[in-house]
């Protein structure tokens, strides 16, 4: 009889969370990284006063309800690292090994207190590195849609990724 599974004669098994390797990713799959995000005043405000933004339309509600969209809107940079990180767990956690660069950043539609954020990323094209054995270069389209599956935020990312043999 084999010993029970998590017992001194036998350790249990621990599996790690972590992200894609370079091999593993596809281009063309959409990944939809869950849960969303729901943001909230209280998110804005620490963002646009931690990143010293002092924009109006992040802090001022009195001056905002005047302007075109008549509130408040969610600082563009909390959104735009809200849309990569919650790509983090799925994708790259512990499997990157450094940003290269954003590209094609873009807002079509504000993001509102209270709206939840929900992002998917599709890998629009790979290559191994050139001068990284070991190492290849994954380039990534995020889009962020709101709960009403509006568009809000779009990103090209480009990262250095590990290939699974060579990553100890």
Not at 3 to 13: F, L, Y
Request: aromatic share 8%; charged share 20%.
């Amino acid at each position: 009889m084999s010993p029970e599974p998590g017992t001194a004669d036998e350790p249990r098994r621990v599996i790690e969370q972590r992200g894609l390797y370079y091999d593993e990713l596809e281009e063309g799959v959409v990944y939809a990284h869950r849960p969303g995000r729901t943001v909230t005043e209280a998110d804005n405000v620490f963002f646009t006063a931690l990143t010293m933004n002092t924009q109006a339309l992040h802090l001022d509600a009195a001056w905002s309800a005047g302007q075109p969209f008549g509130q408040r809107l969610v600082n563009s940079m909390f959104t735009l690292a809200t849309l990569v990180g919650q790509s983090v767990a799925q994708l790259t956690q512990g499997t990157i090994v450094a940003q290269l660069g954003l590209t094609d950043v873009s807002f079509p539609h504000p993001l509102f207190h209270g709206d939840t954020l929900y992002t998917e990323t599709v890998v629009v094209e790979k290559r191994l590195s050139s001068s990284r054995p070991g190492q290849g270069i994954v380039t990534m389209e995020h889009t962020g849609r709101n709960q009403d599956g509006v568009v809000v935020a779009r990103a090209k990312r480009s990262c250095l990724m590990w290939i699974k043999d060579a990553h100890s």
